[in-house]
């Protein structure tokens, strides 16, 4: 079966970052990236007709690129949050491009306080640090609460611890207009109410970190 120049480019290109595989066969999130924006790119250009492969040979290599670049991007921001927040009791985790980081109140705030204390202003110090070496980043900060109490009660708590976290990291030389604070109160539950392990794995500072380019 003869292949065309898009379908030739596809195929070079998955063959290409399989190839790059590591030896657990899985792909890095950079090389996802790039099958996914190459594909993507390949399809864009044969929207415009099966006589422009050409630019579907271009489509395939400019959005490969973009999306290869973003995924080695997070990667490295991943990489540097891991290292300078090891021990801290702050989690991180990936979602595809996106990076989470969960901050429990018994180590952020007093109970029922949304004054972050002291002893954590080196955590967020060092996040700020790293935050700041990688710019091309949306930071979504968000607070919630276990059900303990009244729900207007409850968001406004989470707001407020919301609002803390990131007038702290602006303090720390973080850029306001790149970060947004937001309350959810207890209505985003990652755990089961019921019992007092759950409740305190739903008392949490959630920062999610989104690159530009998905904006």
Same mark, same amino acid.
């Given at each position: 079966?003869?292949?065309?120049?898009?379908?030739? +480019?596809?195929?070079?290109? @998955? @063959?290409?970052?399989? =190839?790059?595989?590591?030896?657990?066969?899985?792909?890095?999130? =950079?090389? &996802?990236?790039?099958?996914? $924006?190459?594909?993507?790119?390949?399809?864009?250009?044969?929207?415009?007709?099966?006589?422009?492969?050409?630019? =579907?040979? +271009?489509?395939?290599?400019?959005?490969?690129? @973009?999306?290869?670049?973003?995924?080695?991007?997070?990667? &490295?921001?991943?990489?540097?949050?891991?290292?300078?927040?090891?021990?801290?009791?702050?989690?991180?985790?990936?979602?595809?491009?996106?990076?989470?980081?969960?901050?429990?109140?018994?180590?952020?705030?007093?109970?029922?306080?949304?004054?972050? #204390?002291? &002893?954590?202003?080196? +955590?967020?110090?060092?996040?700020?640090?790293?935050?700041?070496?990688?710019?091309?980043?949306?930071?979504?900060?968000?607070?919630?609460?276990?059900?303990?109490?009244?729900? =207007?009660?409850?968001?406004?708590?989470?707001? #407020?611890?919301?609002?803390?976290?990131?007038?702290?990291?602006?303090?720390? $030389?973080?850029?306001?207009?790149?970060? #947004?604070?937001?309350?959810?109160?207890?209505?985003?539950?990652?755990?089961?109410?019921?019992?007092?392990? $759950?409740?305190?794995?739903?008392?949490?500072?959630?920062?999610?970190?989104?690159? +530009?380019?998905?904006?």
């Amino acid at each position: 079966m003869k292949l065309s120049l898009r379908q030739a +480019v596809i195929a070079a290109l @998955a @063959a290409t970052l399989l =190839a790059g595989c590591g030896a657990n066969g899985e792909m890095t999130r =950079a090389q &996802q990236g790039a099958l996914i $924006g190459g594909v993507a790119g390949a399809v864009l250009g044969k929207s415009t007709g099966d006589h422009h492969d050409k630019r =579907a040979l +271009v489509g395939a290599v400019v959005g490969g690129l @973009a999306g290869a670049a973003v995924g080695n991007y997070m990667d &490295q921001q991943e990489a540097a949050l891991r290292q300078s927040l090891q021990g801290s009791g702050v989690e991180v985790q990936r979602h595809n491009d996106n990076i989470v980081l969960t901050m429990p109140d018994a180590i952020t705030f007093a109970t029922g306080q949304s004054a972050i #204390q002291p &002893q954590f202003y080196p +955590v967020l110090n060092s996040l700020a640090n790293t935050l700041n070496q990688f710019a091309d980043t949306r930071i979504q900060i968000a607070g919630h609460t276990d059900s303990v109490g009244s729900d =207007a009660s409850n968001l406004q708590l989470s707001q #407020q611890r919301a609002n803390s976290v990131r007038g702290y990291l602006a303090g720390a $030389g973080v850029m306001a207009q790149r970060m #947004q604070a937001v309350g959810y109160g207890e209505s985003r539950p990652v755990a089961d109410n019921a019992s007092e392990a $759950g409740r305190a794995n739903n008392r949490r500072v959630e920062i999610t970190l989104i690159p +530009v380019q998905q904006q």
